[in-house]
């Protein structure tokens, strides 16, 4: 939390934190909608500013879906790509785990991404 670095701040301050604060809140239904339709892209997780783990989102799901297309088209061929689609499919099961409990904990990681962002606002506050 943040309180202790809000006690210090002015009350002009405090109004330009709450000013800024309201233009960068996480929308809880975008996000929802983000994870629900484009989740294996990881467009969620870079809208709540998580990066690293959208990255890591995006490329199970593109790794994910390449290997099962890629290993199903080379198996209806006669070519044996069955691992391929293991693979796929392995990845994109842990990818669905992964979204699960992103739904699950939407409201927390919403709630991280603005604090984040108040923390970043009051360190830039308090050194001007």
Not at 31 to 56: D, E, P, T, W
Not at 93 to 103: A, E, K, Q, R
Request: hydrophobic share 45%; proline share 1%.
């Amino acid at each position: 939390m943040n309180v202790d670095k809000k006690s210090q701040l002015t009350e002009k301050q405090l109004t330009i934190l709450d000013s800024e604060m309201q233009k960068r809140r996480k929308n809880p239904v975008v996000a929802y909608l983000l994870c629900i339709f484009l989740g294996s892209l990881g467009v969620h997780q870079f809208y709540l500013g998580n990066v690293k783990r959208g990255l890591l989102y995006l490329i199970m799901g593109i790794l994910g879906w390449m290997s099962m297309f890629a290993g199903g088209t080379s198996f209806l061929l006669g070519g044996g790509g069955g691992f391929g689609v293991i693979l796929g499919w392995l990845i994109i099961t842990v990818l669905g785990f992964f979204l699960l409990y992103d739904l699950f904990t939407m409201s927390r990681q919403i709630r991280d991404a603005e604090e984040r962002e108040e923390a970043k606002i009051i360190e830039q506050l308090q050194s001007m």
